[in-house]
Antibody, heavy 120, light 108 residues
Framework: QLQLQESGPGLVKASQTLSLTCTVS??????????WSWIRQPAGKGLEWIGR???????NYNPSLKSRVTISVDTSKNQFSLRLSSVTAADTAVYYC????????????WGQGKLVSVSS | EIVLTQSPATLSLSPGERATLSCRAS??????LGWYQQRPGQAPRLLIY???NRATGIPARFSGSGSGTDFTLTISSLEPEDFAVYYC??????????FGGGTRVDMK
């Protein structure tokens, strides 16, 4: 059974960089045919896809965040990571990592989510 | 960008009743649309993919239909655990993905 777990600081100061890591267990991050994504959800609001990374390191990003986002993969650690620069209060959200393990472009496995708050 | 609009925003029903949720796309997504359920404090769970296929382990009371721009998620008889928020998601506009704003199913 594939499992994903987000980790990283729960509080980030405005204008700084948010950094989160997703650790994958129960499967190899290198072996998936598809990809690994980050998705976020502000409190009481809907889901926003941030971007994806393939095991090769190829990435795609949501155009609304593209200038500030970097997603990378570390196959040796079975992890992938999110960096979001120049954060503001609007970036306060629960951040989920998710995989498209069996179905292309759908999210069939999710982490439990990591609340990140941006302070002024 | 493909925008997904879900309606109604909130649906108030009783256990045992039928729930019908709608998702409308701003342009055709063919059949490349999925549905997720999110219970309070939990991550979303994939229910339906490619409009009408149930994901692994999803009960038969959940069904999806539609194509093009109009899609429906039906819960034939609501169980207590089905009261949650439901999101649609399109994968047609590859490599970009997007979600709808959600429909909350509340207990009347």
């Amino acid at each position: 059974q594939l499992q994903l777990q987000e980790s990283g600081p729960g509080l980030v100061k405005a204008s700084q960089t948010l950094s989160l890591t997703c650790t994958v267990s129960g499967g190899s991050i290198s072996s998936v045919t598809y990809y690994w994504s980050w998705i976020r959800q502000p409190a009481g609001k809907g889901l926003e896809w941030i971007g994806r990374v393939y095991p090769t390191g190829t990435t795609n990003y949501n155009p609304s965040l593209k200038s500030r986002v970097t997603i990378s993969v570390d196959t040796s650690k079975n992890q992938f990571s999110l960096r979001l620069s120049s954060v503001t209060a609007a970036d306060t959200a629960v951040y989920y990592c998710a995989s498209s393990w069996e179905l292309p472009n759908y999210f069939d496995y999710w982490g439990q989510g990591k609340l990140v708050s941006v302070s002024s | 960008e493909i925008v997904l609009t879900q309606s109604p925003a909130t649906l108030s029903l009783s256990p045992g009743e039928r729930a019908t949720l709608s998702c409308r796309a701003s342009q055709s997504v063919d059949r490349y649309l999925g549905w997720y359920q999110q219970r309070p404090g939990q991550a979303p769970r994939l229910l339906i993919y490619d409009a009408s296929n149930r994901a692994t382990g999803i009960p038969a009371r959940f069904s999806g239909s539609g194509s093009g721009t109009d899609f429906t998620l039906t819960i034939s008889s609501l169980e207590p655990e089905d009261f949650a928020v439901y999101y649609c998601q399109q994968r047609s506009n590859w490599p970009l993905l997007s979600f709808g704003g959600g429909t909350r199913v509340d207990m009347k």
